[in-house]
């Protein structure tokens, strides 16, 4: 049973910072962990995106070079630093993930993910 659990979420002023986590259970070293995020009325964006085991991070461009996910798997969390912060940033996160490996090219995709988190809400204040 895969369970994901986020949290770090907050208000926050613009150009600055906030770590997300989630922490992860049931998965493998070839799973695929995302973060999303979505603002209501719109579709569910992504964000970044690795494996279990370490290695493609890829990002949406409008995060790129501002946000770094990374994991600790002695943790079993998933982290997203967040930094620069801006008000376009304002969503709710979600952490994603698959329990089985595939090609990276589609992992910007939410249909592939099997398993949500509950979100946790980031606000940026101009």
């Known amino acids: 049973q895969v369970q994901l659990a986020e949290s770090g979420g907050g208000l926050v002023q613009a150009g600055g910072s906030l770590t997300l986590s989630c922490v992860v259970s049931?998965?493998?070293?070839?799973?695929?962990l995302g973060w999303f995020r979505q603002v209501p009325g719109k579709e569910r964006e992504f964000v970044s995106a690795?494996?279990?085991?370490?290695?493609?991070?890829p990002y949406a461009d409008s995060v790129k070079g501002r946000f770094t996910i990374s994991r600790d798997r002695a943790k079993n969390t998933l982290y997203l630093q967040m930094n620069s912060l801006k008000p376009e940033d304002t969503a709710v996160y979600y952490c994603?993930?698959?329990?089985?490996?595939?090609?990276?090219?589609?992992?910007?995709?939410?249909?592939?993910?099997?398993?949500w988190g509950q979100g946790t809400q980031v606000t940026v204040s101009s």
């Open positions: 690795t494996t279990w085991s370490g290695g493609s991070t």
């Open positions: 994603a993930a698959r329990r089985n490996r595939i090609i990276v090219g589609v992992w910007a995709r939410p249909d592939v993910y099997d398993y």
């Open positions: 049931g998965i493998g070293r070839d799973s695929v």
